[in-house]
């Protein structure tokens, strides 16, 4: 893959990437805050939910970018901002050069042909009283992309063919699958708008080891074959190894490490990214027998209330007094290789 | 490896060089639930020991009858529909199967506890932390109440919870599923328990309270000489903190062994096939999963064949009529296929 090769810009947001790449989409500056309020019929604000804060990135046409962290990192907010599930606070989000945040409804609809979404629970993202192939073909009624319901049944049934199910599985109801297969049906039904960008938020994560693997490798192949473009939002970070070209790590609403995939994990830099490959178990005793395991003291902050300076600083073992103080800002420590933290200097080699 | 070596001569010096009986033998189980859809063979023959001290593993997928079997031990199995209708449990000498309900109350909670998946539901949402603990200590103890603020304070710092006056005033809502789980262990250590049973004690969690929670059970319970019986899916939490094996699948046990034979060594397809789809972090990107293909059996309609028959790359025409039983392959290991001496070549066959 070309990955490795590609050169940094000089932002993580920068207007136009080197090497003939092409940003497919772009994201500067977004913020989402949302607000705690207090009272029943007068309601006022009382704080802010930093769900967002300040994250800038591209995806590249073709490439897969794994957005990793633990719960409340806003990783899951960052792909409905994408989504225009939610309107962002602040920034922007450019989406094949067009600026996806000023649009208006008609023309966002549009928009949304093109972007597509697997949900993480396979029970329920899919509306338990419609047949599989109502499901299925229901963007396509609703976008009017096939009119015509002959043509449009046809086009389920290839689908589901596509992602491993028989033909027949249209007539069948959600509650009479298994959660492997209700994914898969997740999957046909993104693919149904010929999209070339999926959201795949946690879409793994429900399913069992055997049949994990299995939704892994049909995403593979479906990405290969119509040249999709993933944003794989996910918090295990083996399966993200294995699917993913670049990966940001977030933590608290902020970006703290950007890298191509290989390389972060082989060379993790920020303090967390190392804690959290640290805190994951190999399968592999004598592997596991012969690594050091870093625990990370302390609890992941309330994003209500996040530490000042570098949100990071309260766990880090690396902290420094000023940490408290300053917010890092994300820089190149080498090419592609981003990271939020002013203690780390030049590329640390493990 | 030197861990585990010094974990075992401390096993010795600490009294168990003489040879004991096993602290927990279960043989033969049956669990069944019977339900209008047929009856459910959730657990079906399953036996493994689990001495003094040690850490023993279960792991399979969804349905395999993997917190069935836990549940069988405790004898918390909802009847109806469930019924343990085989088999023996023997903990400490005793038959957990024929006591009255009065004894097992004195066991469970005392002499084995239990560790559960969702430390959101599994705590009383209207008791303080404190009255929760208590109530463990006053039951199976029947200490003062002094005593038992006093045991509940140390029982908290143990965990890892500082602060323990404040917070044994607090509710469960009051605390993160970190914190909450902390507070499991500590409810399941208030007695001193020989047995653990921790089932799923991390899924629900964070990665970096996962580990947490992992390195503190590992700590207290090698500190305190508890044996543990850790019930999970996840094959690395398995590497990194079990001696013993047992893999499960559809009801049975297919195949046991120490973490070395089984991760190194498999001999059951579906070990090796579930080895096999598990994405590593420690590997570069790029190499394609082998997923086990299908998916699991019904278990109500299981046949006379082995339950992995459909799934299984090397299955040939005697697996369809007979059920393999669980045989040693060597030094301990066993697993229950008719062709696990040929495994090897027909792996690299299929390669």
Same mark, same amino acid.
């Given at each position: ?350 | ?68 079997? +836990?549940?069988?031990?405790? $004898? /918390?199995?909802?009847? @109806?529909?469930?019924?343990?209708? #085989?088999? %023996?449990? *023997?903990? &400490? ?68 919870? +500082?602060?323990?006056?404040? $917070? /044994?005033?607090?509710? @469960?809502?009051?605390?993160?599923? #970190?914190? %909450?789980? *902390?507070? &499991? ?167």
């Amino acid at each position: 893959m070309s990955t490795a090769s590609r050169k940094a810009s000089s932002s993580p947001a920068g207007s136009s990437p080197p090497g003939g790449q092409d940003a497919l989409l772009e994201v500067r500056h977004l913020k989402k805050y949302f607000p705690v309020t207090e009272g029943i019929f007068i309601q006022t604000e009382i704080a802010q939910v930093k769900a967002v804060d300040d994250v800038s990135f591209k995806i590249y046409r073709g490439e897969t970018l794994g957005m990793v962290g633990e719960s409340g990192c806003g990783k899951t907010t960052t792909g409905r901002c994408i989504l225009h599930l939610e309107t962002p606070t602040e920034g922007e989000i450019f989406y094949n050069g067009i600026n996806l945040t000023k649009l208006d409804r008609k023309s966002l609809n549009r928009m949304r042909e093109q972007i597509q979404v697997i949900f993480q629970d396979p029970y329920s993202s899919l509306n338990p009283r419609m047949k599989i192939g109502e499901i299925i073909s229901e963007p396509m009624r609703v976008h009017q992309i096939e009119t015509d319901k002959k043509k449009r049944n046809r086009r389920v049934h290839e689908l589901l063919e596509t992602c491993g199910l028989s033909a027949k599985m249209a007539d069948r109801y959600p509650h009479e699958m298994s959660g492997g297969q209700r994914q898969r049906v997740g999957i046909a039904r993104a693919l149904s708008m010929r999209p070339e960008f999926i959201v795949c938020d946690e879409a793994v994560s429900a399913l069992d080891v055997s049949i994990q693997a299995q939704v892994i490798n049909l995403l593979e192949d479906l990405r290969d074959e119509f040249n999709l473009t993933y944003l794989f939002i996910a918090h295990d970070l083996s399966v993200v190894r294995h699917l993913c070209h670049r990966v940001a790590v977030m933590y608290l609403g902020k970006m703290v490490e950007l890298s191509e995939c290989d390389d972060l994990y082989e060379n993790p830099t920020h303090p967390y990214t190392q804690a959290l490959l640290s805190a994951i178990p190999v399968p592999d005793p004598k592997v596991e027998d012969a690594r050091e395991h870093q625990v990370l003291k302390g609890e992941i902050p309330s994003p209500i209330n996040p530490p000042s300076g570098c949100v990071f600083h309260p766990r880090c073992p690396k902290a420094v007094q000023n940490c408290s103080r300053q917010i890092p800002e994300l820089r190149e420590i080498k090419p592609g290789h981003w990271v939020a933290c002013d203690e780390v200097s030049a590329p640390s080699i493990r | 490896m030197s861990a585990k070596i010094k974990r075992q001569m401390l096993f010795i010096f600490c009294g168990g060089g003489k040879i004991l009986d096993s602290l927990l033998e279960i043989d033969n189980l049956r669990t069944q639930f019977f339900t209008s859809g047929g009856t459910v063979m959730a657990v079906d023959g399953v036996s493994y020991d689990v001495q003094e001290g040690e850490t023993v593993a279960v792991v399979g997928e969804s349905g395999c009858g993997k917190s069935v079997t +836990a549940l069988s031990i405790m $004898r /918390l199995i909802p009847d @109806p529909p469930g019924k343990t209708v #085989g088999g %023996r449990i *023997r903990f &400490m000498g005793k038959d957990l199967l024929s006591l009255d309900d009065e004894s097992m109350r004195q066991i469970r909670g005392r002499n084995i506890a239990m560790v559960f998946q969702e430390p959101m539901t599994s705590l009383n949402p209207v008791l303080t932390i404190g009255r929760q603990i208590s109530e463990t200590l006053e039951t199976h103890l029947g200490i003062s109440e002094e005593e038992q603020q006093k045991r509940a304070e140390e029982l908290l710092d143990m965990v890892g919870i +500082a602060d323990g006056k404040r $917070r /044994l005033k607090q509710y @469960p809502h009051h605390l993160s599923g #970190g914190m %909450r789980q *902390r507070v &499991m262990i500590a409810l399941a250590l208030a007695c001193e328990p020989k047995l653990i049973i921790a089932d799923e004690p991390t899924t629900a969690l964070d990665v970096t309270i996962q580990a947490q929670i992992l390195e503190l059970m590992k700590d207290l319970t090698h500190r305190l000489g508890v044996a543990l019986i850790v019930i999970t899916h996840n094959l690395g939490v398995v590497a990194r903190y079990a001696n013993k094996v047992n893999v499960m699948y559809a009801g049975k046990i297919v195949e046991k062994g120490t973490a070395h034979q089984v991760y190194y060594n498999p001999r059951h397809p579906y070990t090796l096939g579930l080895l096999s789809s598990v994405p590593r972090m420690d590997q570069a990107r790029g190499q394609k999963l082998v997923p086990i293909f299908g998916q699991p059996p019904d278990l109500t309609r299981l046949g006379v064949e082995c339950a992995f028959r459909p799934r299984c790359r090397f299955a040939i025409d005697r697996c369809s009529r007979e059920i393999p039983p669980l045989e040693n392959f060597a030094d301990g290991q066993q697993a229950a296929c008719w062709r696990m001496h040929e495994i090897d070549d027909l792996k690299k066959e299929t390669l």
